[in-house]
């Protein structure tokens, strides 16, 4: 989304997972979360809270507004498009695709969003069929040859 950081959008993704699993969010749970300090999310919370994104009683939950919630699940739905596509099109390890998902959904176009959901569903969608070209693919890279020419191909 334009007009917030990469990290008001990681603050914003981590309390609606968190609030997708917990119904509520703390302090505690998103520097857990984040791998940072108390005082961080406490900074971040009152920055998000100036922007109408989160609301937080004094000491209490973090809740985000629908404005909030947006930009949130926004974020969560490209890291988890982008997640899909590193691992179940590219085949990368799932840690390798965890970590660029949360590099790269900071930085992804509409138009590239909605390639990689067409990628993905296309995949997806033929999983009792067998996608022949992400097998090739996947041949291609485990060994640096290409594999025998398809059907389509003229001088593969």
């Not at 961080?40 to 004094?58: F, I, M, N, P, Y």
């Amino acid at each position: 989304m334009v007009g917030y950081s990469q990290s008001e959008e990681d603050y914003l993704e981590t309390l609606y997972v968190i609030q997708l699993e917990n119904k509520v969010a703390r302090v505690k749970d998103v520097a857990q979360a984040l791998d940072v300090k108390m005082p961080s999310v406490v900074a971040a919370v009152r920055s998000l809270s100036e922007k109408g994104l989160v609301e937080q009683e004094r000491y209490g939950h973090i809740e985000l507004t629908k404005k909030g919630e947006k930009v949130g699940k926004d974020v969560y739905k490209r890291h988890q498009l982008l997640y899909a596509f590193l691992h179940e099109v590219l085949g990368l390890d799932p840690c390798v695709a965890e970590e660029d998902a949360c590099r790269m959904e900071h930085h992804l176009s509409p138009q590239t969003r909605e390639r990689i959901l067409r990628i993905v569903e296309y995949v997806r969608a033929c999983k009792g069929d067998e996608v022949r070209f992400l097998k090739r693919f996947m041949h291609f890279v485990n060994t640096g040859e290409m594999p025998e020419p398809c059907l389509g191909c003229t001088g593969c």
